[in-house]
């Protein structure tokens, strides 16, 4: 039997093959809208589905970029089968649209991404279907919004931007048991520490914007899963369109190449940063899962091998105290978005999660002092340098 190679040769050469043509070293980005068929006969048995091949750029496999892209987060994930998408959003809408209906209902955690909230708030009830925000950090609760319409259960975790930890493997064992699936967005953690699919769940998902590409220079999206899966969740996919790039497929397949690099250093850098901001006297409080201090701390110790580049934490003073300090960075960059190779600070409240009511905000913890930080592989000590500078403007 084939040895299995381990997490980082994977990270380098899981989907690649050499290029049969020219021999390029490196997957190449083909960049054509169409496939030619032998004969009338392929391209009708392609169509039809009985013969496995590339047709048309919009319909999956969409091309041999997206494929090899696709093959290797499945292989990093665990999972049989991945497809890619022009966002994390049109990941998260296309398992929506192919797996639930009218009358349907869908439990997600109380605390995500703005733009997740607002799709399942907003978007989602036009469509018949009931959403559940549910804190899914307390098993109880989620016990206990399952409705026998529950089709679907969706997990952050960590959360954004609170960095709430839910116990995937026990809320996985309850969406079987109710005959529902369990989708996890494993954007926070990557599959480098934490790998959803082995912990029971039905899909992982993520944002290749973040730590999959690493550099801040895409949009993309990726979801793996079974092959049973993958096929229903083709159809939606050729009939959205809400396809990658080419461009952005290649430049995520060289970004993961790196990512058992980068992983480390984010963590390591983000434990440091974590213990700094926990000690100073003008922070109330610090969210990351490798501090004893996190509430979920010991749900992290058991489904994450590391704890990531994100944290967060509040200021004594609020809202206008966070402004200071974000105001008064110097190596950090005011931006939104996270999982760059540089440290990104920003304000939920006013920014990723402004669409969010704010007594809903207060209630789920994404107050106005509330700061996320995505914590970069700089040294960490210019990191730490900059923040403590700018906590002096308070």
């Known amino acids: 039997m084939e040895r299995e190679f381990k997490f980082s040769t994977k990270c380098v050469h899981a989907g690649e093959r050499p290029e049969p043509v020219f021999g ?30 590339y047709v048309y750029t919009r ?9 090899v892209l696709a093959e290797k987060v499945a292989s990093l994930e665990g999972g049989e089968a991945g497809q890619t998408f022009s966002s994390g959003m049109a990941a998260i809408t296309a398992v929506v649209l192919s797996t639930l209906k009218q009358g349907d209902n869908l439990i997600s955690t109380d605390v995500v991404y703005g733009c997740t909230y607002s799709l399942f708030s907003e978007i989602l009830p036009g469509l018949g ?19 026998s319409e529950t089709r679907m259960v969706f997990l952050e975790t960590p959360a954004n931007p609170t960095i709430t930890v839910c116990d995937i493997r026990e ?3 309850l969406a079987k048991a109710q005959g529902a699936i369990c989708i996890v967005d494993n954007t926070f953690a990557t599959p480098y520490f934490q790998k959803p699919l082995e912990l029971g769940a039905d899909i992982s998902l993520s944002s290749c914007t973040k730590y999959i590409g690493g550099h801040a220079d895409l949009l993309g999206g990726v979801i793996v899963g079974s092959r049973d899966f993958m096929k229903s969740l083709g159809k939606v996919v050729g009939y959205t369109g809400g396809i990658m790039g080419l461009h952005e497929a290649w430049l995520c397949i060289r970004g993961l190449k790196t990512l058992h690099i980068r992983m480390e250093r984010h963590a390591e ?24 201090s996190h509430p979920q701390h ?17 200021i004594r003073g609020g809202g206008e105290a966070g402004s200071r300090l974000m105001n008064s960075v110097r190596l950090c960059s005011l931006a939104v978005s996270l999982g760059a190779t540089d ?7 006013s ?39 700018a906590l002096s403007k308070i």
């Open 298 to 314: 010991e749900v992290a110790k058991k489904q994450m091998s590391g704890y990531g580049g994100m944290l967060s934490f509040e």
């Open 59 to 67: 319909i999956p496999p969409n091309t041999p970029t997206h494929a």
């Open 129 to 147: 279907i009931d959403v559940s925000f549910v804190d899914t950090s307390d098993i109880e609760k989620v016990k206990a919004a399952f409705k």
């Open 171 to 173: 809320i996985s064992k």
């Open 351 to 389: 920014m990723t999660h402004a669409g969010i009511p704010r007594n809903i905000r207060n209630k789920v913890g994404i107050k106005d002092g509330l700061v996320r930080l995505s914590v970069g592989i700089e040294d960490s000590e210019d990191i730490i340098a900059d923040l403590e500078q």
């Open 269 to 292: 850098n983000a434990l440091k940063v974590a213990n700094f901001l926990e000690s100073h006297p003008k922070v109330e409080w610090v969210r990351y899962p490798g501090l004893s």
């Open 24 to 53: 390029a070293h490196t997957t190449p980005i083909f960049q054509t809208s169409t496939f030619i068929f032998e004969n009338v006969e392929q391209g009708a048995a392609r169509f039809a589905e009985e013969e496995t091949g």
């Open 343 to 349: 440290t990104l600070i920003q304000h939920p409240a």
